[in-house]
């Protein structure tokens, strides 16, 4: 029977680095990983982010880094090349910002209801002219 731990945390048996694998990118994983505290490189499988077997050190190039990693002194290690960059907003977004009410004070108080222009290039708009 294989080895199955759910396991989205890769702890380095060399650094005792702890290493959070994000699940959007790691939930079905088979590769190589790079710890975030010594750059050892490791071969890991996921399945359901059930770990498929303990770690297995691998030779370079890492095919991911880790989305966050604390040190054995739980100290975050959140250097360019060691994580993962965060997510962004999709550069093709053609989406309008809800506009903002503000008071007489000058405080934002809440979205206003849309108009049918505010929703061009949205999903909602179908619902606005019931397309």
């Known amino acids: 029977?294989?080895?199955?731990?759910?396991?989205?945390?890769?702890?380095?048996?060399?650094?005792?680095?702890?290493?959070?694998?994000?699940?959007?990118?790691?939930?079905?994983?088979?590769?190589k990983i790079k710890c975030a505290g010594c750059?050892?490189?490791?071969?890991?499988?996921?399945?359901?982010?059930?770990?498929?077997?303990?770690?297995?050190?691998?030779?370079?190039?890492?095919?991911k880094l880790p989305g966050f990693a604390q040190s054995k002194d739980w100290k975050p290690i959140t250097t360019k090349g060691k994580v993962a960059d965060a997510p962004q907003a999709r550069e093709d977004f053609q989406g309008k910002p809800?506009?903002?009410?503000?008071s007489v004070r000058g405080k934002a108080v809440s979205g206003s209801p849309l108009?049918?222009?505010?929703l061009i290039g949205s999903i909602p708009k179908m619902f606005y002219t019931g397309i």
């Open 1 to 31: 029977m294989p080895f199955k731990e759910a396991s989205l945390i890769l702890q380095c048996p060399k650094c005792d680095t702890i290493n959070y694998l994000d699940p959007f990118t790691f939930w079905n994983f088979k590769g």
């Open 39 to 63: 750059d050892a490189i490791w071969e890991y499988a996921l399945e359901n982010g059930h770990r498929q077997g303990p770690p297995k050190e691998g030779k370079p190039p890492h095919d």
């Open 98 to 102: 809800i506009p903002i009410k503000k």
């Open 115 to 118: 108009t049918g222009d505010d």
